[in-house]
Structure formats: C-alpha cells, structure tokens
T-cell receptor, first 116, second 113 residues
Framework: SAVISQKPSRDICQRGTSLTIQCQVD?????MFWYRQQPGQSLTLIAT?????????ESGFVIDKFPISRPNLTFSTLTVSNMSPEDSSIYLC?????????????FGPGTRLTVT | AQKVTQAQTEISVVEKEDVTLDCVYE???????LFWYKQPPSGELVFLIR??????QNEISGRYSWNFQKSTSSFNFTITASQVVDSAVYFC??????????FGPGTRLSVLP
C-alpha cells in the first residue's frame, strides 16, 4: 500500500485566515481525494483532486472555500479559506485506484484543524 | 443512491469477549465493493478488508472475521477474544462501480480491561 504523509498534523487558526494542507504520497497514484471528518462524525468527501485539471467537488463544497491543487501524481494541497469555527475538523487525504493495489483507499494521518 | 447504515453507535465489551459490528448497505449497482476501516484514537484510518459483490465467501484474519450476505445486504465484522487495542471507531464503507466511497456513521467500540 502507498505511504501517505500530511502536513501539518494539527493547527490552531484564527477565524478569517486560511490554511493549506499538504499531502505527499511515496508513489505515483491515479486518484487522490480529500475528506472532512467533523468532530464525532463520519467522513465526507470534499473533492477528487485531478492531476493537471480542476478538482471535482462534491455537493456542498465549492472551489472558493476549498481550493485544491494537484501538480503531479504524488502531491496535492487543500486550502481551507476564510475559516470559521465550523471548519474545525480533521481533514484527510486518501489515495486509490491503479497504483495502490485495488479499489480500496488508503488514508493519510489527517490534519486536525481547530478554528478559534 | 448508495447508503451505509451502522445501527450500533457505541458498543462496550469486556476484554476477551466476542463482538460483532453490524453493517447494512443499499445500492442499485450489481458490481460494488465493501470495506471496513478502523480509526484508533490517534485518528488515522486503517484499511482492514475489501469485499467484492461477486464474492460472498466469508473471510477470517486472525481474530477478525467478516460475514458478507447479499441476501440481507449485510457485511458484518466480528472480533473474537477482543483486546483493549481493538478500541476504536470502525467504519463500514461502500463503493459502487465508478462511484465514490460512501462511509457509514461508524461504531465506537470500547474494550474494557
């Protein structure tokens, strides 16, 4: 399985600011995804990060709030913009598809974000 | 539409007891994949198993076993002789062919010494 790292592991931010989260994979993968996990909740898919093109966002998530970059097959960033306390969550990067061995997804360690 | 239900929000057992975590899914796809993930207190999601819709054979891995029944749309997970290290939130997930993952709400398992 792919080894995934995320930076930062956690952060405390003030409302109105932005935070960029990095996701690095140790091998080239086709699919990269960003999820949000609000406190005590399940995982919700934010978007699929597409290499070389705009990300595909799920209903309820927009590019202005969560801009995503994917410059190559091993790296992606998610920015949480103009943060409010409601953005306090764990943000997880995952990879799947060819290059990871099957249809399962493998997850990074997550970024714990607290917005004050 | 795809949906995953985990009716058990929280379960507490005493160490060495057996415990079964329930998962019921809904999909109109004939080809789909089912998964279980473990999320320990550290927060990282750990992949446990994948099952394809065309393979109903049950699987055992050490103390873990999975029972997949298409007739009841269930994919249950049993831990035998539970240990404190099994304490975590467990998520069942579904992926239809060509579709994104859908995660269940999770079951928090507490194994008491």
């Amino acid at each position: 399985s792919a080894v995934i790292s995320q930076k930062p592991s956690r952060d405390i931010c003030q409302r109105g600011t932005s935070l960029t989260i990095q996701c690095q994979v140790d091998s080239q993968v086709t699919m990269m995804f960003w999820y949000r996990q609000q406190p005590g909740q399940s995982l919700t898919l934010i978007a699929t990060a597409n290499q070389g093109s705009e990300a595909t966002y799920e209903s309820g998530f927009v590019i202005d709030k969560f801009p995503i970059s994917r410059p190559n097959l091993t790296f992606s960033t998610l920015t949480v913009s103009n943060m409010s306390p409601e953005d306090s969550s764990i943000y997880l990067c995952s990879v799947g598809g060819p290059g990871t061995g099957g249809y399962e997804q493998y997850f990074g360690p997550g970024t714990r974000l607290t917005v004050t | 539409a795809q949906k995953v239900t985990q009716a058990q929000t929280e379960i507490s057992v005493v160490e060495k007891e057996d415990v079964t975590l329930d998962c019921v899914y809904e999909t109109r796809d004939t080809t789909y994949y089912l998964f279980w993930y473990k999320q320990p207190p550290s927060g990282e999601l750990v992949f446990l198993i994948r099952r394809n819709s065309f393979d109903e054979q049950n699987e055992i891995s050490g103390r873990y076993s999975w029972n997949f029944q298409k007739s009841t749309s269930s994919f249950n997970f049993t831990i035998t002789a539970s240990q404190v290290v099994d304490s975590a939130v467990y998520f069942c997930a579904l992926k239809g062919y060509g579709q994104n993952f859908v995660f269940g709400p999770g079951t928090r398992l507490s194994v008491l010494p």
